[in-house]
């Protein structure tokens, strides 16, 4: 995967967030055998590479009363994608714009991108203002609120190293679903 | 929400202070004490305003992962997205409205346990998923700017 052993644990250590505390690059350096200084210098080289984009304050959108959330996906021909790609994901409410493949018959859209508002109609305008912005009048796109959130979480790209096998992670509540 | 609160949630959500006290740092910009502001993130943290202080990498830089996507009936909607839940690999779990109207992320150390995973998903549902991996990203994470009423 690219990373150094001793990387994979620094991102596994810090993936969750870092400790509140006074000196939390110490705290982390200390369980995994690095020293502060050590730390800092790796988290920085992460940085540096791109690996991680950003380090700060990570806020739910959803808490801070912005409550929807749609995700509008596009059906852009191939040769332009990566330029309206660009284009959208410029837009400062646009929080993720990824080309992703298309699944045909069922699935056409090959760009997705993430717009919050602090409610339904705010999203839509953003849309609409993304359509006339990007010159998007004559790619077809859908929108997909979100309605229930079933989970939200910190992507883990990496597990302990007691993760269990897959069968055995098996939850019990996933037994006797139809 | 408080002022201290809304500078903290809204000024240092990328380039937090590489320095041995990051918090002191933060203290010092905003004219306050390192504990006002660890006690801040603390409380800001626990209310769920804020998920976490640390990275956000970029997606696909370690291991594997993939958008995964389902048709699932209303009726087994709960059920499924429980199941679905439980998995540790997973997260962003949204119903959406449409046709596939269930819509999660899996991430994996590799490629081969991921692929495994939503198999496993598909045998425990019985239904078929749509996995939707990034190609490209085009979009530069520099946070989100907060309006405050």
């Known amino acids: 995967m690219g990373l150094s052993t001793q990387d994979q644990r620094l991102v596994a ?26 730390t800092i210098a790796r988290v920085q080289a992460l940085l540096a590479d791109g690996t991680i ?22 059906n852009v021909p191939d040769e ?23 699944r045909l018959p069922d699935w056409p859209y090959n760009l997705f991108s993430m717009i919050h508002g ?6 839509m305008r953003n849309i609409e203002h993304l359509v006339e912005c990007c010159g998007l009048q004559d790619i077809p796109h859908e929108v997909l609120f979100s309605r229930r959130r079933f989970k939200q979480c910190g992507a883990h790209y990496i ?9 055995e992670a098996m939850p019990e509540t996933a037994r006797g679903l139809p | 929400m408080n002022a201290l609160e809304k500078r903290l949630l809204n000024d ?4 937090l202070p590489l320095t041995p006290r990051p918090f002191a740092s933060m203290a010092e910009a905003l004219g306050v004490t390192e504990e006002d502001v660890i006690g801040g993130l603390r409380t800001l943290t626990e209310r769920g305003v804020v998920s976490r202080v640390g990275p956000v990498f970029r997606p696909q830089r370690c291991g594997a992962s ?33 046709h596939f109207n ?18 496993h998903i598909e045998q425990q549902t019985g239904l078929t998923t749509l996995s939707l991996p990034m190609q490209a990203e085009y979009h530069i994470d520099l946070g989100f700017p907060l309006q405050w009423d």
């Open chain 1, 13 to 38: 250590a810090i993936q969750c967030g870092l400790p509140l505390v006074p000196r939390p690059y110490a705290e982390i350096g200390a369980r995994i055998g690095l020293s502060e200084e050590e």
């Open chain 1, 53 to 74: 984009k950003r380090l700060g304050v990570v806020v739910r959108h959803h808490e801070l009363g912005y409550r929807a959330n749609a995700m509008a996906v596009w």
């Open chain 1, 80 to 102: 332009q994608v990566d330029d309206v790609g660009r284009r959208i994901g410029a837009v400062d409410f646009v929080t993720l714009c990824y080309r992703r493949p298309r």
């Open chain 1, 118 to 123: 602090q409610d339904r109609d705010a999203v």
């Open chain 1, 159 to 167: 597990g302990s190293p007691a993760r269990p096998a897959i069968a």
């Open chain 2, 12 to 15: 240092f959500q990328r380039d």
């Open chain 2, 66 to 98: 993939s958008l995964v996507a389902m048709a699932v009936p209303e009726d087994q909607l709960e059920a499924v997205a429980e199941l679905v839940n439980a998995y540790p690999e997973v997260n962003h779990n949204y119903e959406r409205e449409h």
């Open chain 2, 102 to 119: 269930l819509w999660f992320v899996v991430t994996a150390d590799t490629e081969e346990h991921l692929q495994a995973l939503v198999k």
